[in-house]
T-cell receptor, first 116, second 114 residues
Framework: AAGVIQSPRHLIKEKRETATLKCYPI?????VYWYQQGPGQDPQFLIS???????DKGSIPDRFSAQQFSDYHSELNMSSLELGDSALYFC???????????????FGNGTRLTVT | GENVEQHPSTLSVQEGDSAVIKCTYS??????FPWYKQELGKRPQLIID?????GEKKDQRIAVTLNKTAKHFSLHITETQPEDSAVYFC?????????????FGTGTRLLVSP
């Protein structure tokens, strides 16, 4: 079965540079979530989108922005990168099933961002 | 907001033993509780989940129990195998107009020794 596709798998940037991470959800999934996971940490929710609109916001820095496009893929844009932004960035997707519920979240393989 | 606590942080068992990981949550409105297994450097993989209208769910060697009154849920793995070694995360989801914002526990590193 098709899974969540993230690109790139690895990314190395210098401080103050920008980075763009891409996420392609499972086909027919309409909701996309972004999580940040530091070394030895649990995943922290950043932001989510449903039908191209932001549905929820977590601990996403103002330097970061994201959007969901008409084909449901999403991009996380990160500017003025800092050393502390080095982490694994996971995208997850689900299908909104109405009545206050979603299908389970399935995660992509992540993008490992290293800021030097 | 929701807070999820997970214990223990590390768990070592012998192959064939059972392993139990426990989580508590703070928001009584939470209604969905998934468990994820994560191997080093890989993505979290959903292994089992439970909704608040169910008290127990089982899938082969894995089971999850939920006590809504006490606001805690547990993962039970029986007949553990070395390939069960990984970090396990519990999570709780607060309904927010139907979208899931998962709040994760801090993880349990399970080591199964042959």
């Amino acid at each position: 079965a098709a899974g969540v596709i993230q690109s790139p798998r690895h990314l190395i940037k210098e401080k103050r540079e920008t980075a763009t991470l891409k996420c392609y959800p499972i086909p027919r999934h309409d909701t996309v979530y972004w999580y940040q996971q530091g070394p030895g940490q649990d995943p922290q929710f950043l932001i989510s989108f449903y039908e191209k609109m932001q549905s929820d916001k977590g601990s996403i820095p103002d330097r970061f922005s994201a959007q969901q496009f008409s084909d449901y893929h999403s991009e996380l844009n990160m500017s003025s990168l800092e050393l502390g932004d080095s982490a694994l960035y996971f995208c997850a997707s689900s299908l909104f099933t109405g009545e206050g519920s979603n299908s389970p979240l399935h995660f992509g393989n992540g993008t490992r961002l290293t800021v030097t | 907001g929701e807070n999820v606590e997970q214990h223990p942080s590390t768990l070592s068992v012998q192959e064939g033993d059972s392993a139990v990981i426990k989580c508590t949550y703070s928001d009584s409105a939470s209604n969905y509780f998934p468990w994820y297994k994560q191997e080093l450097g890989k993505r979290p993989q959903l292994i089992i989940d439970i909704r608040s209208n169910v008290g127990e769910k089982k899938d082969q060697r894995i089971a999850v129990t939920l006590n809504k009154t006490a606001k805690h849920f547990s993962l039970h793995i029986t007949e553990t195998q070395p390939e069960d070694s990984a970090v396990y995360f519990c999570a709780a989801s607060i309904p927010n107009t139907g979208f899931q914002k998962l709040v994760f526990g801090t993880g349990t590193r399970l080591l199964v020794s042959p």
